[in-house]
């Protein structure tokens, strides 16, 4: 049951503490069942595993705050829509895509990279959101980290779909390389795939591809340090019952979903390493992928049990900015959407792989095969150079469907609408004294989500209002405080 509990002077205090001087509260049970709390000492920057080894400067994070154009803030609310009604977005393993699929993927990226009728470029604008503070105090280290990057994978999803449709972003299941003896010679480093794993990109899709700010050439440094996810982790997670259960701060190291996906980034190295600029890699969006998939499927194990997926935002949550209503930064959402079911509208998962032992053997793609334990695992790309792929994943692709690789061989159309899209665009922008200015461009308003005339007991996003529709993009400044407002529980 939904409940509310007021704040009590211990919660000021604490919260009071994780403010001012970055420390972090997680509940500790102690041998007579009693619980408690215990104060973390941490670093106010979220750092990935591995980053306080790294030689490399200091980030500047003043670069990620530019000034957005009125076009920027119109495209960026053009993202924040949900998918319409029939909609269905297969989200496959990278590996199972058929060519076609994969080509157009990849085209979409590049089509975005190289649109520049807006600021940086769309692929770059879009990514540089995860680089800006205000949305960045609601994406990591904390309950609401699924959330916001559910709802972002979205937006980047709607973006790749403006530049060509019905593309969706496919998961990158890494047990699939980290079955291998040798996961660094998976074929997902090669051309066919994400290109090279050792450092810069120099061949594949997204070959000469510069990341702004100053960070030069897309690189990797894949397998130096941090690890894969691994099919005891994903088990152990399945074994859990509540949200916190798997998120800072209360789950244990080896059940933090958000925590094994940073050492995934580490992993992969190069801007990956650095949470402040992974995104400006595309593999970034397919790991993400993968990691709202394990979060999609555990949510269907709390629905069996009896629980909704939607209430169980954890009582601990550490940092200010996962307060159940604190902004989430994008649009006009607060951290308790990202649980509501309606992101999972129109968008279905298709299964990891598994290898078929009996009506047809094999893994479903031809880039993957059964090991010696009936496991799917990643064929190499010098499996993939020798093989004559003839499986029905070989299909025609298209002339169009070329990947382009260089920015004077694209020719770039009027990619900011939505096609097909009946939804009201209500998008915040700046005028040029940079005061807000609100447009509204539709006469239908019933289709914005008004907060204030949700209630306290249902704010979350739910199905009864799930028509497509833009938010207001806006670009929150740290002004939020919790103990203005109940403590969901």
């Not at 069942?33 to 990935?48: A, F, L």
Request: proline residues 5%.
């Amino acid at each position: 049951m939904l409940g509310y509990i007021h704040c009590s002077m211990l919660w000021t205090v604490t919260i009071a503490i994780s403010v001012v001087s970055a420390a972090y509260i997680r509940p500790i049970v102690f041998p007579n069942g009693t619980i408690g709390m215990e104060v973390i000492q941490t670093e106010d920057r979220i750092v990935t595993p591995g980053d306080s080894s790294n030689p490399e400067e200091e980030i500047d994070m003043g670069a990620f705050e530019f000034q957005l154009t009125r076009q920027d803030v119109l495209w960026l609310g053009s993202l924040l829509r949900l998918p319409d009604q029939g909609d269905v977005r297969i989200r496959k393993e990278y590996r199972v895509l058929t060519n076609e699929e994969r080509n157009a993927f990849h085209l979409a990226l590049n089509i975005l990279k190289n649109d520049t009728s807006v600021s940086l470029n769309k692929y770059d604008l879009l990514a540089n959101i995860h680089s800006r503070s205000s949305a960045n105090k609601a994406a990591h280290a904390g309950p609401g980290f699924l959330g916001w990057h559910r709802v972002f994978l979205l937006m980047m999803e709607n973006a790749l779909r403006q530049a060509y449709p019905d593309v969706t972003i496919p998961y990158w299941d890494v047990t699939l390389d980290g079955r291998m003896d040798k996961p660094y010679e998976s074929v997902i480093w090669s051309d066919d795939f994400l290109g090279s794993g050792h450092g810069p990109v120099t061949n594949g899709p997204f070959l000469h591809w510069e990341t702004p700010f100053g960070f030069g050439h897309l690189r990797r440094l894949i397998s130096a340090q941090g690890r894969l996810l691994s099919d005891a982790d994903i088990k152990r997670i399945m074994s859990r019952r509540r949200l916190g259960d798997i998120s800072y701060f209360s789950a244990s190291t080896d059940t933090n979903l958000e925590a094994l996906h940073n050492r995934v980034h580490v992993w992969v190295g190069g801007q990956m390493r650095k949470i402040e600029i992974g995104a400006f890699d595309p593999i970034f969006y397919l790991l993400h992928s993968f990691v709202d998939k394990i979060w999609e499927d555990f949510r269907s194990n709390q629905r069996r049990e009896g629980l909704d997926p939607q209430k169980d935002y954890p009582q601990f949550y550490g940092r200010a900015g996962h307060a159940p209503l604190a902004p989430m930064g994008l649009g006009s959402l607060v951290v308790l959407d990202g649980l509501s079911d309606v992101w999972g509208h129109g968008v279905e998962y298709r299964p990891r792989p598994v290898c078929n032992t009996t009506t047809r053997p094999g893994c479903d793609s031809s880039y993957l095969r059964c090991n010696s334990d009936d496991l799917c695992v990643s064929i190499t790309k010098t499996d993939a150079m020798s093989l004559s792929i003839t499986s029905n994943q070989t299909q025609s692709t298209p002339e169009h469907n070329h990947i382009p690789t260089k920015r004077d061989n694209l020719i770039i159309g009027n990619n900011s609408s939505t096609s097909g899209a009946h939804a009201l665009n209500n998008s915040r922008t700046t005028d040029e004294q940079g005061q807000d200015v609100v447009e509204h461009t539709s006469t239908d308003r019933s289709l914005v989500v008004n907060r204030d005339n949700i209630s306290r007991d249902d704010i979350n996003i739910t199905t009864s209002i799930y028509r497509p529709y833009i938010l207001p993009y806006n670009m929150y400044i740290d002004i939020f405080n919790p103990l203005r407002h109940q403590m969901v529980v």
